[in-house]
């Protein structure tokens, strides 16, 4: 017996594969793009400013890695600012039942 292939040639399994993760995974936020984009954007930058690939590595990660502590920060300011709002109304809802 022989394995039937679909137009592309791939194997059943892979179709399925991409069609249920790979599909899914593709489509990207918005912000994410733009953020890749900026990324690139700043390193070709650093690269052609410091004309060594070590240093422009090395700025880019500490870049990243400042990058990466205020998206930590933002969030977990947002998570309080969540649960502050979350408690005024669950007050506010006890209040008005009394």
Same mark, same amino acid.
């Given at each position: 017996m022989s394995k039937k292939k679909n137009i592309f040639g791939f194997s059943h399994v892979y179709s399925y594969f991409y069609t249920r993760f790979l599909k899914t995974h593709i489509i990207m936020d918005k912000r994410a793009v733009i953020h890749i984009i900026v990324? +690139? *954007?700043v390193s070709s930058c650093l690269?052609? *400013?410091t004309e060594s690939f070590l240093m422009s590595l090395g700025i880019l990660m500490i870049l990243l890695l400042i990058d990466q502590l +205020? *998206?930590?920060y933002d969030s977990k300011r947002r998570r309080e600012w969540e649960e502050r709002q979350r408690k005024e109304r669950e007050e506010e809802i006890e209040n008005n039942n009394l």
């Open positions: 990324v +690139l *954007i690269y052609i *400013i +205020l *998206i930590q």
